[in-house]
């Protein structure tokens, strides 16, 4: 078991950037493969990107290629998702996923553990 917390939604404007974090209960996160999802109002739970174990391979959905970077600190307990360019159809809250088996599959089926999630807001 491993309880998630995600931290650093917020408001911001059009182009500009957050930086999320999801913090771990403890060093035992760094077992996990870990994912980011968001899920905007009336719409379905999607996979944002995901991480490996050690962070050696990264997997992110073809709408925030390029805008996004997931990233880990084993020594920290924490996962990162660094947004750039924001646009308003990222509105959403974003939720942290982890995972025992060291793969990154989208579904969130998949995925064992979960946080509360965090708002972030894109206006225009």
């Known amino acids: 078991q491993v309880q998630l917390v995600e931290s650093g939604g917020g408001l911001v404007q059009a182009g500009g950037s957050l930086r999320l974090s999801c913090a771990a209960s403890s060093r035992t996160s760094s077992s996990y493969a870990m994912a980011w999802f968001r899920q905007a109002p009336g719409k379905e739970r999607e996979f944002v990107a995901a991480?490996?174990?050690?962070?050696?391979?990264?997997y992110y959905t073809d709408s925030v290629k390029g805008r996004f970077t997931i990233s880990r600190d084993n020594a920290k307990n924490t996962v990162y998702l660094q947004m750039n360019s924001l646009k308003p159809e990222d509105t959403a809250v974003y939720y942290c996923?982890?995972?025992?088996?060291?793969?990154?599959?989208?579904?969130?089926?998949?995925?064992?553990?979960w946080g509360q999630g965090t708002q972030v807001t894109v206006s225009s």
């Open positions: 991480i490996t174990r050690s962070g050696g391979s990264t």
């Open positions: 996923a982890a995972r025992l088996i060291n793969t990154i599959p989208s579904s969130p089926s998949q995925y064992n553990y």
